[in-house]
């Protein structure tokens, strides 16, 4: 597609019950991001997948919280017994990835998912 | 957590006049990307400035970055109304980690 897209736009669930977000990358980009945007403050990463693998999942804050990305496209961040602590948006970005310094590495986000958790 | 810091956290000035953000980082760096975000959903890229370089221009945009003193700041000129939004440096580390490390934003009201 032209951008990253990210289903639903707005998530209302109640403490307890298990969710998940979707992600929809840039056509060919290989490097897919989950982010955490708390109101008023900068995003704050969870997990970054390379292909189909979690190279870095080092931001996810607890068990509750799982991602996959099984055919290394569309990507699923998974949160069980959701808390009221976990309302943030929700935001996923894709990259060309590779590595080195320079364009490869811009992230490109999508609009966001906002969780509200009463 | 956040990687460091941005000054000033809320900036209002007047059409035309200039805006200048600044960022501050802790660790050693690959490159630092600057981001604008509108009511608080996605992020649209502004610039990257890889770490062996010092300046860089787009438009109306001019990003400095001194790794020595860890700082970059963000120039934006003749500012019109559509420029108001929040401002988010942004540093991937050295280390091959692909994950970008946000500051808490400059938050960019420009005044007709």
């Known amino acids: 597609g032209a951008g990253v897209s990210q289903t639903p736009s707005n998530k209302v669930t109640e403490k307890g019950k298990y969710v998940e977000l979707r992600c929809d990358p840039i056509s060919g980009h290989t490097a897919l991001y989950w982010y955490r945007q708390s109101l008023g403050q900068g995003p704050e990463f969870l997990i970054y997948?390379?292909?189909?693998?979690?190279?870095?999942d080092s931001g996810l804050p607890n068990d509750r919280f799982f991602a996959v990305r099984p055919e290394g496209s569309v990507s699923t961040l998974k949160i069980q017994r959701t808390e009221r602590g976990d309302s943030a948006v929700y935001l996923c970005?894709?990259?060309?990835?590779?590595?080195?310094?320079?364009?490869?590495?811009?992230?490109?986000f999508g609009a966001g998912t906002r969780l509200s958790v009463l | 957590s956040q990687q460091g810091e941005e000054d000033p956290q809320a900036l209002s000035i007047q059409e035309g006049e200039n805006a200048t953000m600044n960022c501050s980082y802790k660790?050693?760096?690959?490159?630092l990307q600057w981001y604008r975000q509108n009511s608080g959903r996605g992020l649209v890229h502004l610039i990257l400035i890889r770490s062996n370089e010092r300046e860089k221009h787009s438009g109306r945009l001019r990003v400095t970055l001194d790794t020595s003193k860890k700082s970059s700041s963000l120039l934006i000129t003749a500012s019109r109304a559509a420029d108001t939004a929040s401002y988010f440096c942004a540093t991937e580390g050295v280390q091959g980690a692909q994950k970008l490390v946000f500051g808490q934003g400059t938050r960019l009201t420009i005044n007709p």
């Open positions: 970005a894709s990259s060309l990835g590779g590595g080195g310094r320079g364009a490869k590495n811009i992230q490109y």
């Open positions: 997948f390379q292909g189909t693998g979690a190279a870095d």
């Open positions: 660790t050693s760096i690959n490159n």
